[in-house]
């Protein structure tokens, strides 16, 4: 079984920034792609960026030129940095990674989940 484990979040005032991380562990063969999504109150799930295995970046419009998705391969960790934050972002921000065991078994796994709060 693999696990992703967030790490992070926390409460923040209106403008500042906060650095999550999400780390892999567990038997597979390796990571294609990651990301990060987030989940406000009485809101469905949404896309906040997702990072391929070779570094391709895609990012909500709401989060551009804010929000970088970055990972080190090596240490099958994703992050995603948030700076300028606003209150209406605060979520629950959960990640997610495409994990291969076999060239024909792959399976996407989340996180549990960190609590991101945006104090106005």
């Known amino acids: 079984q693999v696990q992703l484990v967030e790490s992070g979040g926390g409460v923040v005032q209106t403008g500042g920034s906060l650095r999550l991380s999400c780390a892999a562990s567990?038997?597979?063969?390796?990571?294609?792609?990651m990301g990060w999504y987030r989940q406000a109150p009485g809101k469905q799930r949404e896309l906040v960026a997702t990072i391929t295995r070779g570094g391709f970046t895609n990012d909500a419009d709401s989060v551009k030129g804010r929000f970088t998705i970055s990972r080190d391969n090596a240490k099958n960790t994703v992050y995603l940095q948030m700076n300028s934050l606003k209150p209406e972002e605060t979520a629950v921000y959960y990640c997610?990674?495409?994990?291969?065991?076999?060239?024909?078994?792959?399976?996407?796994?989340w996180g549990q989940g960190t609590q991101v709060t945006v104090s106005s």
């Open positions: 567990g038997t597979f063969s390796s990571i294609n792609d």
């Open positions: 997610n990674a495409e994990i291969v065991r076999r060239w024909y078994d792959r399976y996407v796994s």
